[in-house]
């Protein structure tokens, strides 16, 4: 994470010393194209071929793209053409990458410990954007933008070997998979991917008091559709990538917990990312609270957002995280309503603590349920889906809402937006599923 920060921030450098602000800005967005069209794609090579093979594998394609431009960059004034290469070849890079670093956490951790991993990998996003930032600027300070690059290939390279030493376990045989059936392991009728299932545990229904009630095999089955038939990899049984993609497709649709929470997302992303993005600027222009009140508002929201992966990587488990998670999202859409008519940076500051807080607990919660009710076979393109409808939809909410407050101004747009990021909490609480849903004990 730290070297992807430094690699951003090398690139915009060196865009916008090689060509005109709309162009540096093409080059910014172009990895976008790639990645959003490759990423259902990425998932089913995750769950084929295993997250550990193929993270290591894009890592170090990352690693030899970025060391490359550091290369011609010490030799040569490479222009834009290349940059805007590596912006394309990072993205399809990152189509690959995400969903199989999100079925990683399934493949080396008990379920009942993924909630905390959720937390961790939060603390960790929220280090990398504090530490990476300042890095990239002392690397171009030092040397121009070869340095950055060459920086960014070493912290990217420094992570080959740690994802090498990480170990998972196999896949069970179908007779270890026959004898779970009794005790919730759950899934669909087309397994392709290797993914394990007996280092996480036998899947539990995805109700949490379905088990409780002592439903039967097939009622709890229905929660996340029929149980899978064999624990091969799709790759060795010759399945075909087609057929792994659509069958990943339908296993999410058909299933009663990620299916409404995919909604959630979608609403989530888009409400938020406008405000906080854009919106927040123009609201600090606006109330002239300056540079200086902006970024201070921002990092209350990083406080507030860290301070949520800290409590959850702590504790681990939150009781009844489907009806906490609807709660979080309510609240916190009302603070992002409220942040638009904060009399003073003071103000402002407290409230964007409490978003960032309200949002990072919710978002952690909405990501462990993600990880827990899925089945580990199919968390690669589980992962994929749910980062398309983030990468899809979320930067939309940008230019729509930088075009609604200038025709509307800040207030009305932050109070839109605070509504759309609360019909998340409403979709939870409508769905008794995704609202009874519980974390692994």
Do not use: K
């Amino acid at each position: 994470m730290i070297g992807d920060n430094v690699y951003y921030l090398a690139l915009s450098w060196a865009a916008v010393r090689a060509g005109s602000p709309a162009q540096a800005g093409l080059v910014m967005t172009v990895s976008a194209v790639p990645r959003a069209l490759l990423l259902l794609g990425g998932g089913v090579i995750a769950d084929r071929f295993g997250p550990r093979r193929v993270v290591i594998g894009s890592d170090a394609v990352r690693c030899a793209a970025v060391l490359t431009m550091a290369v011609l960059f010490f030799s040569t004034d490479p222009g834009l053409w290349p940059l805007a290469a590596l912006a394309v070849a990072f993205g399809t890079v990152d189509a690959v990458f995400l969903p199989a670093v999100g079925a990683l956490p399934a493949r080396v951790t008990a379920r009942d410990q993924l909630a905390r991993v959720q937390g961790m990998r939060g603390l960790g996003a929220r280090l990398a954007s504090v530490v990476g930032g300042p890095l990239g600027g002392l690397g171009v300070a030092l040397g121009g933008a070869a340095t950055a690059f060459g920086l960014a290939a070493l912290l990217i390279a420094v992570s080959i070997p740690l994802l090498v030493s990480v170990r998972i376990r196999e896949l069970p045989t179908d007779d270890d998979r026959t004898g779970a059936v009794g005790t919730g392991l759950v899934g669909t009728g087309e397994r392709p991917g290797v993914d394990v299932v007996d280092a996480v545990g036998p899947l539990e229904p995805a109700v949490g008091d379905a088990a409780g009630a002592g439903g039967s095999t097939e009622e709890q089955s229905g929660a996340v559709g029929p149980r899978e038939p064999s624990g091969e990899p799709a790759a060795a049984r010759g399945g075909t990538a087609w057929r792994d993609l659509v069958g990943g497709l339908r296993y999410v649709r058909g299933h009663r917990v990620l299916a409404p929470l995919m909604l959630v997302i979608a609403l989530g992303d888009l409400g938020f990312v406008g405000p906080l993005n854009v919106g927040l600027a123009l609201l600090a222009d606006e109330r002239g609270w300056g540079a200086a009140g902006m970024g201070w508002t921002l990092a209350g929201f990083g406080a507030g957002a860290g301070a949520a992966s800290l409590l959850l990587a702590v504790r681990g488990r939150v009781p009844h995280a489907g009806q906490v998670a609807a709660h979080a999202i309510l609240a916190g859409s009302v603070a992002i309503g409220a942040l638009a008519f904060a009399p003073g940076v003071f103000a402002a500051v407290g409230t964007a603590v409490l978003v960032g807080l309200l949002a990072g607990l919710s978002g952690a919660l909405c990501a462990a349920l993600l990880q827990t009710q899925s089945d580990p076979a199919y968390l690669g393109r589980v992962t994929a889906v749910a980062s398309l409808v983030s990468l899809g939809l979320a930067p939309l909410g940008m230019p729509l809402s930088a075009a609604a407050i200038g025709v509307w101004g800040t207030g009305p747009v932050f109070v839109v937006s605070a509504a759309v990021c609360g019909l998340g909490g409403v979709v939870i609480l409508c769905f008794g599923h995704l609202r009874r849903a519980e974390l692994p004990r």
